[in-house]
């Protein structure tokens, strides 16, 4: 992160909004874009998603098609040098594969997430000795893998409880507040940190009561992410060695129709009435 609170994957999204409003506002289109980097069309989708940082020669070049100029181009000069600044190393880094990188920069930049876990809690509130439980359970994983994984997930966990967070809705049936997850005294730290967290007004954590029978989510688990701006929502839906992140607007409709029938049928009052 840097020092404003904001990682490279924030700037980089900013950046992309900003190129986008300059495209409209200068009558230019993807076509232009393409002749003036001579790239590929999928290359300009990657800079106007955000998914890449812009080299400062490109970043020159758009912001001259645009006419860009003065104190906004300086602005946008610091968004790219932003954009392109380098995370510092982490022992941890090395253990995310390649194919959960796009869904971990995405999760960083939603400004709000909601999600259904029937099973377990969501990896952004889970406590250390948790994670590392679950984690444990891939037996196919080195012990140093474990540890790297788990201080993963707390670096991702820094975003719930740092500056700008994320509204962050949960969903979990009852059950899993009494799943035997590590030992005793992981569970009853476990239920602590989640009375804690709910308290937060960005916060919401709802369960479904064991009275509740199947809703149309049965027990697939899945995220739907909203980011800044004016970019699509995604939503990612986790399988046993990976996950999904589904971007047509029909499918990502049906996941907020779930969504809402989900809410609908959930409770906020049983968290603190639960012992461990």
Known sequence: MTTSGQSPTDYRA??????????????KDRADIMRTLGCSVSKVGTILRGDTSVP???????????????????????????????????PWGAAIPDR????????????????????????????????????????ALHPTEVEHLVQARMARQARLTGPNPPDYTLVIRQSVLRA????????????????????????TIRIIPDSVGLT????????????SGDRAKTV????????????????ISHYEAVFR?????????????VEA
Do not use: C, W
Not at 189 to 202: I, N
């Open 14 to 27: 900013r950046l992309a909004e900003r190129l986008k409003e300059l495209m409209r506002r200068s009558g």
């Open 56 to 90: 400062p020669l490109e970043l020159a070049a758009l912001l001259d098609l645009f006419g860009v100029e003065g104190e906004e181009r300086a602005d946008l000069v610091h968004l790219g040098e932003e954009a392109r600044r380098r995370r510092p190393k982490t």
């Open 100 to 139: 959960l990188r796009k869904f971990f920069n995405t999760e960083e930049t939603a400004r709000k997430i909601e999600l259904y876990r029937p099973d377990l809690l969501h990896g952004l509130v889970q406590t250390e000795a948790y994670a590392r439980a679950v984690i444990e359970t891939n037996s």
């Open 180 to 203: 035997p997850v590590g030992s005793p005294e992981t569970r009853f730290e476990q239920l602590q940190h989640l009375k804690t967290l709910s308290r937060l007004p960005h916060i």
């Open 216 to 227: 149309s989510a049965l027990y697939f688990p899945f995220m739907i992410l909203t980011p």
């Open 236 to 251: 990612y839906v986790e399988t046993l060695t990976d996950g999904l992140l589904v971007d047509e607007e029909s499918r």
């Open 261 to 273: 029938e989900l809410v609908a049928v959930s409770v906020t009052d049983l968290l603190d009435s």
